[in-house]
C-alpha cells in the first residue's frame, strides 16, 4: 500500500517557477517509477516527468528545458521543479506511483 500526498501547488505568475513535492508512505515507493501527471480543464491527463529507481527521467516535449523531476529516496519524495511557467501549464498536477498508486493532485494556476 503507498498513499501519495502532493504539495506546492498554486498561483503563480508567468515565467515564474513552483516546485511541487510528491511524498510518499510505503517501502514499495523506492523501487518504483514516480510520475507526475497533469490535466488542465476540459483536457486529458496527460504525462509531465517520470523517475525512475535509479533516477533515469524522462519528460513530455512541452516541458523538456523548463521542468526537472528529482527524487529523495531517504525522505521518501519526489520533486518536479517547475520554471519559465507559461498559462498552458494550469492544470491540477497528480503524482503516480508504480502502476496503481495516484496522489490526490495540487492545483498550479499560471495567470497575471
Known amino acids: 500500500q503507498v498513499q501519495l500526498v502532493e504539495s506546492g501547488g498554486g498561483l503563480v505568475e508567468p515565467g515564474g517557477s513552483l516546485r511541487l513535492s510528491c511524498a510518499a508512505s510505503g517501502i514499495i515507493f523506492r523501487i518504483s517509477v514516480v510520475g507526475w501527471y497533469r490535466q488542465a480543464p476540459g483536457k486529458q491527463r496527460e504525462l509531465v516527468a517520470t523517475?525512475?529507481?535509479?533516477?533515469?527521467?524522462n519528460y513530455a516535449d512541452s516541458v523538456k528545458g523548463r521542468f526537472t523531476i528529482s527524487r529523495d529516496n531517504a525522505k521518501n519524495t519526489v520533486y518536479l521543479q517547475m520554471n519559465s511557467l507559461k498559462t498552458e501549464d494550469t492544470a491540477v498536477y497528480y503524482c503516480?506511483?508504480?502502476?496503481?498508486?495516484w496522489g490526490k493532485g495540487t492545483l498550479v494556476t499560471v495567470s497575471s
Open positions: 503516480k506511483c508504480g502502476m496503481n498508486y
Open positions: 523517475i525512475t529507481s535509479g533516477s533515469s527521467t
